[in-house]
Nanobody
């Protein structure tokens, strides 16, 4: 089970840090990811972190967002800086143990999802 939290209302240019806590199992061998869904749009890839420490980001957040993981706490984070109004969305964390490189960007590749946490960026 995954539980995401940390969303809120922030002004453009501000920062937020999302957390996704895992329980019920150890996700130490899983690829962890963040996706987001803006109002009226599909859920899209934001970032992933692999067990090797390798990270991937969508072009829209590269250089502004940072994904990290704390295995001791079974928690993955998404530090979001220089937020823009277009970052407004429900943010979801996800996990899967059998991804290949090309599948990490697809919503239907992930077996485990947290509930969304809402991020609203005002202009």
């Amino acid at each position: 089970q995954l539980q995401a939290f940390g969303g809120g209302l922030v002004q453009a240019g501000g920062s937020l840090k999302l957390s996704c806590a895992a329980s019920g199992r150890t996700f130490s061998r899983y690829v962890m990811g963040w996706f987001r869904q803006a109002p009226g749009k599909e859920r899209v890839f934001v970032a992933t972190i692999w067990r090797s420490g390798t990270t991937y980001y969508s072009d829209s957040v590269k250089g502004r967002f940072t994904i990290s993981i704390d295995d001791a706490k079974n928690t993955v984070y998404l530090q979001m800086d220089s937020l823009k109004p277009e970052d407004t969305a429900l943010y979801y964390c996800a996990a899967d143990s059998q991804l290949i490189f090309s599948s990490q960007f697809r919503v239907n590749s992930y077996d485990y999802w947290g509930q969304g946490t809402l991020v609203t960026v005002s202009s």
